[in-house]
């Protein structure tokens, strides 16, 4: 397991569940650095001083906050673990919510937390199979890195998951990007609505889930230092222009069958039986639609960086 990001405890009332926090997630990208191109020399980007104009070490760079031009306020490790917050050393649990109502648009990076201690392996079980038991995530308020934040802790395989999330007043508001007014029929729907269940997984597993884009850089990689010809890239496909949606909708539904290898036939999706009319044929199931939330901006509020 990676390395402890934050020692501390979770506050559930009057139980506390003494914790370790760790990554859930890993990157696995591949990552380039800076060459001199003449001669391959690696180049760096190095830490100077603006007043004496010399390259600093790491021990004598500390964190400040500017207040004017020529006044900086230094700000050190231990003022920021001693912040006069109860979120400091703990993840206070505020509320508890239906998952659903949270929009996912405020749900950022994922941390395990770890029982700290065999005195935490009780409270913590505690907290895990109630939050099973009620379909329920719990909301909680921390304090990290110079800044409090909001956060959602829910259980993945019997492990508690603290995600962060974003405040109401850092999510924009969306209506300006809204299209024009326009009409769609209840056939092109029904059209989307049978393309959606095409394309319908169990789960988040296969081929089609995997980063390509690394492997493909990896490839290159393993060609250069072999000297082998590079891979070809396949030829992209070009989107015809929509002139037709139902048509664009109905060569979806067929294509989609088709890389499943399910029969390709003309999909149904032109003459759909009239609401009250039983049919043979199932038809997909109506999706009730997500209700917007409404983005409401905090007045007042200060910046939360440091």
């Known amino acids: ?10 506050s559930f009332g009057l139980v506390t569940v003494p914790i370790q926090v760790v990554s859930a997630t890993e990157d696995h990208s591949i990552r380039f650095h800076q060459y001199h191109l003449p001669d391959q020399g690696r180049v760096r980007y190095r830490k100077v001083c603006e007043l004496e104009d010399r390259e600093v070490s790491q021990d004598e760079i500390g964190k400040g906050y500017e207040l004017t031009a020529t006044q900086v306020i ?29 929009d996912p648009i405020r749900i950022a990076e994922g941390y395990y937390l770890q029982p700290a201690a065999q005195v935490a392996a009780k409270p913590y079980k505690l907290l895990v199979k109630a939050l099973s038991r009620s379909s329920k995530v719990a909301v909680a308020k921390y304090a990290w890195s110079g800044r409090e934040r909001l956060g959602l802790l829910r259980v993945r395989d019997d492990v508690l998951v603290l995600h962060a999330m974003r405040w109401p007043d850092e999510i924009r508001d969306p209506t300006e990007l809204l299209p024009p007014p326009t009409e769609v029929s209840e056939a092109e729907i029904e059209g989307a609505l049978a393309l959606m269940d095409t394309m319908t997984v169990d789960e988040l597993q296969g081929p ?66 009239q609401p009250k009319k039983a049919t043979a044929k199932k038809q997909p199931v109506k999706k009730t639609a997500a209700k917007k939330s409404a983005t409401k901006k905090a007045a007042g509020r200060r910046p939360r960086s440091a």
Request: glycine residues 2%; without cysteine; aromatic residues 4%.
């Open 74 to 102: 230094p700000i050190t490790d231990e003022d920021l673990s001693n912040l006069p917050l109860p979120t400091a050393k703990a993840i206070e649990i505020d509320a508890f919510v239906p998952l659903e109502s949270v």
């Open 208 to 273: 089609e889930f995997e980063d390509r884009y690394t492997e493909a850089i990896a490839q290159i990689i393993e060609a250069k230092r072999e000297a082998k010809p590079l891979p070809e890239p396949p030829e992209p496909e070009q989107p015809a222009p929509v002139l037709d949606l139902m048509a664009a909708l109905q060569e979806s539904v067929s294509k989609a069958k088709a890389s499943r290898g399910e029969s390709a036939g003309p999909a149904q999706v032109h003459e759909l039986p």
């Open 1 to 10: 397991m990676p390395r402890t990001i934050w020692s501390g405890a979770i």
